[in-house]
């Protein structure tokens, strides 16, 4: 719309300070960034996992791990730097259903050192969330409602 009505109407009128439109100024423009990538649908057998971190001051202290009765460690992180947001996205087995986030330092991601916070889903279904912890958190992936392993 707002193309439309500039290449219609020229650029010959006062719009105020404004950043976009005519008087967008050079260095205030990025270039554009590729949309991302969506996520290619897992194997049957398999669901969807996704975890949104947001690290505290020592994202170094962190680590997280998914497990399986079956397989064990299925998939896990660490090596995240400090005040930094981070998507995880991977396809784990039916079976694994247990999502544990470590501090190494025992003061979790939130709130002494940071904001730190992390949030998990399964198939799109929101499974858990939280920050405030000492040692580790728990989930559970495999609940039907969003809920804290025991």
Do not use: M
Request: net charge negative; proline share 5%.
């Amino acid at each position: 719309a707002a193309y439309n009505y500039l290449n219609e109407r020229g650029c010959d009128f006062d719009v105020g300070e404004t950043l976009g439109g005519c008087n967008q100024c050079k260095e205030c423009s990025f270039s554009p960034t590729s949309s991302p990538t969506p996520f290619p649908g897992c194997a049957n057998g398999e669901k969807y996992f996704k975890l949104s971190l947001e690290t505290d001051d020592y994202g170094a202290e962190t680590s997280w791990k998914i497990t399986s009765p079956t397989n064990n460690n299925v998939v896990s992180g660490n090596g995240y730097l400090g005040n930094r947001k981070y998507t995880e996205r991977h396809c784990i087995p039916n079976d694994a259903c247990t999502f544990e986030i470590f501090d190494s330092f025992n003061d979790g991601i939130c709130c002494s050192y940071g904001q730190g916070s992390y949030n998990v889903w399964v198939d799109n279904a929101e499974k858990g969330v939280g920050g405030e912890f000492e040692s580790f958190d728990s989930v559970s992936l495999c609940a039907t409602t969003p809920t804290k392993a025991p």
